[in-house]
């Protein structure tokens, strides 16, 4: 299977919505005008890109990093990957362990010292797939929803 993984642009922004709808926010998603809106904010961010992961010309995953400046760690930057979704039909084939090396690729190429996300305590699968890639439990991830 030969995965293409580009930089997202504004008009990937509808394949990608369908990928989250699938695979991440439970069929709910933000409106296509309001992504576009928020894709072009995050344009802005000195080194934040979204990917697009595609076979041939459909779109089957998608992800965004963050490269982030940090004065710690002798002002060595990293990575901070998001909003990772496969379409639930190409799950296990694949496509997540390309979009994480690719990643991970990335965040080596800036400089980064670590790459690191986080998964809803409930997805056990991506537990256990993020961990078969070689990724650690580190710590806790505190939230406050506000």
Avoid: W
């Amino acid at each position: 299977m030969e995965l293409n993984i580009q930089v997202a642009t504004i008009n990937d922004l509808e394949d990608i919505l369908q990928i989250y709808a699938e695979s991440l926010d439970n069929g709910r998603v933000i409106s296509l005008e309001k992504a576009k809106e928020i894709f072009l904010k995050q344009q802005q961010y000195p080194d934040y890109k979204v990917f697009i992961a595609r076979i041939k010309d459909k779109a089957v995953g998608t992800f965004a990093i963050l490269i982030m400046e940090n004065m710690a760690h002798l002002g060595t930057p990293s990575a901070v990957v998001e909003d990772v979704g496969v379409l639930p039909t190409m799950q296990g084939q694949g496509v997540g362990k390309q979009m994480m090396e690719f990643a991970l690729a990335y965040a080596k190429a800036k400089g980064c010292y670590k790459m690191s996300l986080s998964s809803n305590l409930k997805r056990e699968k991506a537990h256990q797939f993020y961990e078969s890639l070689g990724f650690q439990k580190h710590g806790f991830s505190f939230l406050m929803s506000i």
